[in-house]
């Protein structure tokens, strides 16, 4: 199995995410980042020998507790407790994937070596992905501005024996794990506790995972509306060049671009039209598209350059002898970013939706509800009602999240990002675009048999057949749900 190589120099993206947790690559930490991390660490323990100054993190308590001194026999202890009593994650557990985008993530902050925590932390973290060691982490309880608390207590506490992982498909309490591997736990130093649990990578891991199946989905939306215009018998003037040079959107433009490839060689588009326009639906695809796509690269810049920044607190200067408190845990750029992202998605599938409904209306030569005995049958009636209730959620879940906020740990930390809510909730419109396309790809292909013996581009032809091969023609009525579950599951596969 292949390596990757953690350096600080190295700017990480979206890719090299995919590419690390998708194909299970290895880490290893370069020697510029073990000495980085060396000689952070040694900074603090020879400025805490030097100083009985109170440093926030440090020697102090947390949050409101900020001016309480704690006593230098003690530091240790307060870096297990703060991990224990702020691991107070509840609700659905996360998803394996986001976890290991965690672990990754938190590695890469660290790396940099301005955290103060030990090599031999970092190393176990690293043990952790490439055993693929995944910890037991929950979907709420991050507020997302003083770094994600309560998620990365849960992801962080197995580094001294606590918490409980995933292993090999089995659900092990890490003192039963570590005691299999014949690992020791990690015995935390000052400032570790809060290094780890202080950072945004709760909710830019959710970022990572979404922007990574948005893109696949994104594209796949291309080809099902492809394969719904050439069904409804839409015409091609509206994705012609010349048409979108005097309107330089660059999703705009690149959507109608992808619009003509996978049309070309069609038969049906290139059959005289009856009719003189297209509802907005097929019409406006690259306005529309275009618009999220340009979104989502957008919030691609704000991830990366999350993902590439230290955002913990507080933050150690070596070089200029100095540790400064400030606030690089607050999650807002994530948090305006993730409720963007949600609303692109949400329109993606919106007008997917739009277009199903146009398909089952019996107009252009296609049967009502696209099957040959409506009546007796109700054909494609209810999966676009599905699609509809599905299309409708979404518009609740993108109430954006970032625009909220409250008080908490005394009044201290008295304004919020809530990026962890705007991440969860923007993973569910994943899910949800995930059906919706898959429900207008199950009409179109219905749709196209009506065509016949016509053909499309070869480009549509091909996602047709391999929906066939999962999924026949709809002769009569059947059970719908289990199409319906069928297409969702193997939609990434077949697009």
């Avoid at 065509?451 to 719908?480: A, C, M, N, Q, W």
Wanted: negative net charge; proline residues 4%; contains cysteine.
């Amino acid at each position: 199995m292949e390596t990757f190589e953690i350096r600080p120099e190295h700017h990480l993206t979206i890719y090299d995410v995919k590419d690390i947790v998708y194909h299970r690559r290895k880490l290893i930490l370069s020697e510029s980042a073990k000495a980085k991390i060396q000689r952070c660490r040694k900074f603090l323990d020879d400025y805490q020998a030097k100083s009985e100054s109170p440093v926030y993190g440090i020697n102090t308590g947390f949050g409101s507790l900020y001016n309480t001194v704690i006593n230098p026999g003690d530091l240790e202890k307060l870096q297990e407790n703060l991990l224990m009593s702020h691991a107070c994650g509840m609700g659905e557990e996360v998803d394996l994937n986001v976890v290991r985008i965690m672990i990754l993530l938190k590695i890469q902050g660290l790396s940099y070596g301005h955290s103060g925590v030990q090599l031999e932390t970092v190393e176990r973290l690293v043990e952790f992905f490439n055993h693929d060691i995944i910890p037991v982490v929950y979907s709420q309880g991050s507020l997302g501005a003083s770094g994600d608390l309560a998620p990365l207590s849960h992801l962080c506490l197995p580094l001294f024996g606590m918490g409980e992982v995933i292993y090999q498909n089995e659900r092990y309490k890490t003192t039963d794990l570590l005691k299999k591997l014949g690992w020791s736990p990690i015995k935390l130093k000052s400032k570790e506790g809060l290094a780890l649990i202080n950072g945004t990578q709760f909710m830019n891991a959710f970022a990572c995972y979404i922007l990574i199946h948005s893109d696949e989905l994104f594209r796949g939306a291309e080809k099902i509306a492809a394969m719904s215009l050439d069904a409804f018998d839409g015409r091609p003037e509206p994705f012609e060049d010349i048409l979108h040079s005097v309107r330089n959107h660059k999703g705009q433009r690149d959507v109608a671009g992808r619009m003509r490839l996978h049309l070309e060689g069609s038969e049906i588009i290139k059959q005289a039209k009856v009719h003189v326009q297209d509802p907005y639906s097929f019409r406006c695809i690259p306005q529309v598209h275009g618009a999220s796509w340009d979104q989502w690269e957008h919030v691609r810049k704000t991830v990366e350059t999350e993902m590439n920044s230290v955002t913990d607190n507080p933050i150690i200067f070596p070089d200029e002898n100095r540790i400064i408190s400030g606030g690089h845990f607050h999650g807002q750029p994530l948090a305006i970013a993730l409720d963007l992202i949600a609303i692109a998605m949400a329109e993606i599938a919106s007008i997917s939706e739009r277009r199903t409904y146009k398909l089952i209306n019996g107009l252009r030569g296609l049967p009502a509800f696209l099957v040959s005995n409506p009546g007796l049958n109700s054909g494609y009636m209810i999966p676009q009602y599905t699609a509809a209730s599905i299309v409708s959620q979404n518009k609740q879940l993108c109430t954006p999240a970032s625009v909220d906020t409250i008080d908490s740990s005394n009044g201290q930390e008295d304004h919020v990002s809530m990026g962890a809510n705007a991440a969860t909730k923007a993973y569910r419109v994943l899910d949800n675009l995930r059906r919706i396309l898959a429900i207008e790809l199950l009409n179109a292909a219905q749709a196209l048999e009506f065509r016949r013996p016509l053909k499309s581009s070869p480009s549509v032809e091909s996602l047709h057949g391999k929906l066939r091969s999962f999924i026949p023609k709809t002769e009569d009525d059947r059970y719908f749900s289990d199409d319906l579950r069928k297409a969702e599951s193997i939609l990434q596969e077949i697009i």
